[in-house]
């Protein structure tokens, strides 16, 4: 599969179009994707961002104020919340993704932020913060999810 984004002059992502034999679909929400089983390590909310531990292999909120919840790890976004440890729910790692009360920018990158879980605007990730790109809105409530495997402390 091969996707071409289209940026505009400010390198905000304005269209991208998607060619060749598409992935199946993260349980309805998203197109174009690729999701997995996930256990949680913690409670988390449907739509937050998570990274895999590497010890455990459970699922818990990013942070950007570490690069052990947000550097060298893998990303994903559950489709439903855990209450607690030990939840399976699906994990959306790649593709589009539409969550209601999302409150994107379309056209801005959002990575990784402090606040367990969260993502934010490039525009403003904070000096001594590690980046790390979750993906692009495409509209208030839809985010093409492609975390970066790249990463640096800002």
């Known amino acids: 599969m091969t996707i071409i984004a ?43 961002v998570l990274y895999r531990n590497a010890t455990d292999g459970f699922w818990y909120n990013a942070k950007a104020d570490a690069e052990a919840t947000s550097g060298p790890v893998e990303i994903g976004i559950p489709l439903t919340p855990a209450l607690g440890a030990g939840v399976v729910v699906t994990i959306f790692r790649s593709g589009l993704l539409s969550l ?15 606040v367990a879980g969260g993502t934010q605007a490039v525009a403003t990730v904070v000096l001594g ?11 208030a409530t839809t985010m093409y999810v492609d975390p970066s495997p790249d990463w640096t402390v800002q």
């Open 6 to 48: 289209l940026l505009d002059s400010s390198q905000r992502l304005t269209d991208a179009v998607y060619r060749g034999t598409a992935p199946a679909s993260g349980g309805g929400t998203g197109s174009v994707s690729a999701s997995e089983p996930g256990t949680s390590g913690e409670a988390f909310a449907a739509g937050a």
């Open 129 to 139: 913060h590690v980046g790390r790109v979750v993906g692009w809105a495409r509209t």
């Open 100 to 114: 209601a009360g999302w409150g994107l920018t379309p056209g801005e990158v959002y990575v990784s932020e402090t």
